[in-house]
Each structure stands twice: as structure tokens, then as C-alpha cells.
């Protein structure tokens, strides 16, 4: 076994793996930036017809072909210019397998990516050999311009992820900011990471059109579907036809494609009012815990909420965590060393699981 181990790449040892905490007598589960509302009653019997019809003895269709169109025409791209995958997770994985060769000189490519962000940015880069580098956001989590375009001129990276909004922070950064590094870099892949877009409104889908060097990732995760685990990305025909040579045979199953072509053909439209309600409560729970004393919350265009609970490195919010849980509330729990010290992460609600939400933490911070 030892030799077995020894065998795995340092850099590889060093990460801990992607972690769900489940604490047990959980009532409200605030911590995973899901979407709140279950479909309605009819609709849920409605695709459940629409499920019993698939036939699962057989492989998916290969292509997503009734997703592909119907994504194509929403988002009025070329079909051809899309790619899917088993969420974006899988898709980030793609990206940087297919932009893997070392510019001369280097070992090793380089992706970049702003931190702190999602996670399995820097999970897929060190998994797959790629050397990540790594910018600070600001106190606030905002993106200094200079500081990126030094560490592009430095480090030359083949891909750069950005996401817009950012995970865990909730921070949209400046579209034009991302269209004129990628401008300036042409032969960098940008990464506009837009999960959390129906919550936002802020997409540069419009920008592909012109800029040659830009990729657009989206989830339908955050919108209601997390259980179908379905992602894609938009790119330059050119580019998807080369990402399309390292996507897994049949990736995408047979159920997952049945449910999420059924939500966009069917209940689009009732998602979308989900969503403008996640966003009226979001703002209102922004609010409430803006006036809560010792909880500072950071401004957010996602469906979540980052603030911070006490003083970084005071242990407090690691405290109300654990208090949290006690009460039947969970949320996640991000205070370590580092720019998350003191933070805790909320998924928005229903208001019904605000109001317990916000409830439990006032009990909690005594």
C-alpha cells in the first residue's frame, strides 16, 4: 500500500477532498447554494411522466440533442458552440485537460484563478498536473485589475476562471474588466463561471461574439435541478470541438438530460419567478443581518450570503456553526486561516427558512 501512495503527487497530498459536513437533526439546510422551492405539485406528476417514458436500458443520447437546441436558442448560440458536462464540475475538468500543453519553457501549464472562489478551480488544476496561480482578492473580495494583469504577464497561464458571481463571496466582478483582460490576452482561455446568473442578470453571453478567447459556464444546479447534475459551456465552435475530444462517452444520463430539457421546455418561466423570489429574499435577509451586531455581511449578486462573525481568528463563528446545528440549522462553515477567517455562508430560503434561519443565529451569538 505504501508504494501504492507514494505514487500520488505531492501537491495532490496536500489538498484535503471536496467535504459535505451532515451533522445529525438537521430541519433547515442553508449551506449548499441550493434552490429553495421544489417544483409544483402538478408540474413534480408531470415530469415524473415524462421520466417513466425514458427508456434506461438504453445509452443516453450522446449529443443532449433536444438540450443543445433548446439551450442554443435561449441563449442564441450556435449549437455547435456547446458543451455538456455532469455539472460544471465536470466541465472545469474538461477545460483544463483540453488546454493542457506547457507554453516553451514550462513543465507544466498554469491556471489561474482568484481566491478565495470555488473550490474545485484549484481541486481540478492539482488533480490534473496543472500549476495554479493564485490571486488575493481584496478586504472586500474585490478584484484588483493590476494585480491580474501582472500575474497574467507573469505566469502566462492557459486558462483563467473567473466566476461571476463569485463562491463563496457573492461578488460580481466588472464584466468589462473580464472582456478587456481577455482582449489583452488572446492567447489565454476566459472562463466567465455564471452558475449563479438567474440570480444576478449580469452574463457575457453577448460578449462571445466577439471575443474569440471566451468561455461561458452555467449550471442548472442553482435554478432547481441539483439533482440532475447538469452543466454546459459556451465557447467558440473551434474550441468546443476540441473540448468535445476529451468529454467521457455518454456523461450526461439518460434521466438527468429527460428532466432538465422537461424544466427548460415546461417550467422555465416558473423558474424564473422562483429565482426573482430568491433574490427579493436574499436582499431582505441582507438587511436583517446587516443590523444583527457582530454579523457582517458582505454584499452578494448569488443566491447566498457570506458574513463574518466576530473578529478573524476569535473562533466565534466556528462557534455559532456548532450552535447552529444544536438548533436544527445548517449553514457553512468557512472560518479557517486565511481571508474566510470569521465567515460563515447562508443559502438563501424560503422565508420560512429565513425566519428560523435568522432566529437560531440571534439565540446563537449570546
Known sequence: MTRLLDRIPEALRALSAYSVPTPQGIEVKLDANEHPYALPRGAREELARELAAV??????????????????????????????????????????????????????????????????????????????????????????????????????PNVAFFARPNNPTGTLWRRD????LARNHPDVLFVSDEAYDDYCGDSMVDDLAHIENLAVMRTLSKIGLAGARVGFVSLAPALA????????????????????????????????????????????????LEALPGVHPFPTRANLILMRVGSPG??????????????????????????LSGCLRVTTGTPEENRRFLSALSASLG
Not at 438540450?67 to 474538461?94: H, K, M
Not at 472586500?140 to 485589475?145: A, G, K, N
Not at 466565534?316 to 444544536?326: F, K, P, S, Y
Open 241 to 288: 470541438t476540441a473540448l468535445e475530444k476529451v468529454r467521457t462517452p455518454y456523461n450526461v444520463g439518460s434521466l438527468n438530460q429527460c428532466a432538465a430539457a422537461w424544466a427548460l421546455r415546461e417550467a422555465r418561466e416558473t423558474l424564473r419567478a422562483q429565482c426573482a423570489e430568491v433574490v427579493r429574499e436574499r436582499d431582505a435577509l441582507f438587511g436583517e
Open 55 to 156: 427508456d434506461i436500458n438504453r445509452y443516453p443520447t450522446a449529443d443532449c440533442a433536444e438540450l443543445r437546441e433548446l439551450i442554443a436558442d435561449e441563449l442564441d448560440r450556435p449549437q455547435d458552440s456547446l458543451v455538456f458536462g455532469n455539472g460544471s464540475d465536470e466541465l472545469i475538468s474538461f477545460l483544463v485537460t483540453t488546454f493542457a500543453r506547457p507554453r516553451e519553457g514550462a513543465s507544466r501549464p498554469a491556471i489561474l484563478y482568484p481566491v478565495p472562489t470555488f473550490s474545485v478551480f484549484r481541486l481540478a488544476c492539482t488533480g490534473l498536473g496543472a500549476d495554479p496561480v493564485e490571486i488575493p482578492l481584496g478586504p472586500d473580495f474585490e478584484l484588483d485589475p493590476g494585480a491580474v494583469e501582472a500575474a497574467l504577464a507573469r505566469s502566462r
Open 177 to 180: 474588466l473580464i472582456a478587456a
Open 314 to 339: 476569535d473562533g466565534m463563528a466556528t462557534q455559532v456553526w456548532h450552535r447552529l446545528c444544536e438548533r436544527g440549522v445548517l449553514v457553512r462553515n468557512l472560518d479557517a486561516d486565511g481571508p
